[in-house]
């Protein structure tokens, strides 16, 4: 079984780009939880997407940020018109249930210049 | 004043040390994690807690909900367990998003 697969590993944007980063959950997980660590910062909440629906989105941007989690293929987090200050790394977590264990995923260190 | 406390920030200690790392946290919760993350790694689940303690190899965690922390223990620490150890809270107040402590920095050298 394996883990939360997230890709790319590494992006890089040129300001104003589209950033899509994805995240498979562990098989079975319906559950996806997504955060953003900016340098020298601790984790913060962004989205909670269960299949097809978004529970949470109370720490998501109000502007050019989007996530979803479609029935079948991966949960997508998209950043429209990057800027520099979006570069973070953004980890995705997956559970079966809403209140159980998440496991998190390697993340995707996104960079803009 | 942020809803969960970590201490200490840093921490440096000699290969064979006993090591504390603690959390304090300001609201009722349904469950507190503890996380490991390497630098430029990915985050691993060390444990999840809704009371008293666990234990897995040489980690051990307990939880104290009356007083609001929880400690993560570390026997015999090896430069390996060198990373940063993060505690995270699932609040009853918060739906089932994790707010995050900012995290302890352990080196642990030889």
């Known amino acids: 079984n394996a883990g939360v697969m997230q890709n790319p590993r590494h992006l890089v944007r040129r300001r104003g780009q589209e950033a899509r980063l994805r995240c498979s959950p562990m098989k079975g997980h319906s559950h996806v939880y997504w955060y953003r660590q900016l340098p020298e910062e601790g984790l913060k909440f962004m989205v909670y997407l269960q299949k097809e629906n978004i529970i949470d989105e109370s720490g998501m941007p109000k502007e050019r940020f989007s996530a979803e989690f479609p029935k079948e293929g991966p949960s997508i987090l998209r950043i429209q018109q990057v800027v520099r200050g979006d570069s973070a790394a953004y980890f995705c977590?997956?559970?079966?249930?809403?209140?159980?264990?998440?496991?998190f995923g390697q993340g995707t260190r996104l960079t803009v210049v | 004043k942020n809803e969960v406390e970590q201490s200490p920030q840093n921490l440096t200690a000699q290969e064979g040390e006993f090591i504390t790392i603690n959390c304090s946290y300001s609201?009722?919760?349904?469950?507190l994690h503890w996380l490991q993350q390497h630098p430029g790694g990915g985050i691993v689940s060390l444990f999840m807690l809704s009371s008293g303690k666990k234990k897995h190899g040489r980690l051990i965690a307990t939880i104290n909900i009356q007083e609001k922390h929880s400690s993560l223990h570390i026997t015999a620490s090896h430069p390996r367990d060198s990373a940063v150890y993060i505690c995270?809270?699932?609040?009853?107040?918060?739906?089932?998003?994790?707010?995050f402590g900012a995290g302890t920095i352990l080196r642990v050298k030889s």
């Open positions: 609201v009722g919760i349904s469950a």
């Open positions: 995270a809270v699932r609040g009853m107040e918060y739906g089932n998003k994790l707010v």
């Open positions: 977590a997956s559970s079966p249930l809403a209140d159980t264990e998440a496991f």
